[in-house]
């Protein structure tokens, strides 16, 4: 995992790379279905309230989640890019209780090797205060990191079931 934390005051970037042992076609299902984000998409202790995606350029997304403490963090925003199963790039608002909206654009790569999936996330944030760009950075870490964990572990369940 690597990140930029500011590139410019209000902005910032983020990148993550994982390999999961599993088929790039299967990594993509779970990632982009909704029947199947709900079960693995948010940080440890988030439960995916909505998560609604037309997926194809130009088409909808919108995803709720619900932090332990109840509050609601919402996100909405556009599918820009959808090259099935190699790249999917989104971009919209992220809305925090009590914090001002700001922009994120998300590029996500799938690549094959050997039955191995590397999924490769990149963001960048804007229109926001100096200070909440780094802020944004530390729970993109630690979001994305515990989201990839639930992934790996929903995937293999998969995986177990088709054994």
Known sequence: MTTNPE?????????????????????????TDPAHAKHWWGPNGFTTTVYESDLRPGGALVRHMRAPDGTIVRSAGINEEVIAPERLVTSGQLERPGEPAFEIRTSVTFEEHDGKTTVTVHQAYSK????????????????WSQSVNRFEAYISS?????A
């Open 128 to 143: 926001m205060t100096a200070a909440a760009a780094a802020t944004a950075v530390e729970g993109a870490r630690t979001g």
């Open 158 to 162: 998969l995986l177990e079931q088709q």
């Open 7 to 31: 590139n410019a005051a209000g902005s910032a970037e983020f990148t993550m790379t994982h390999v999961f042992n599993a088929p790039r076609d299967l990594v993509w299902k779970v990632w």
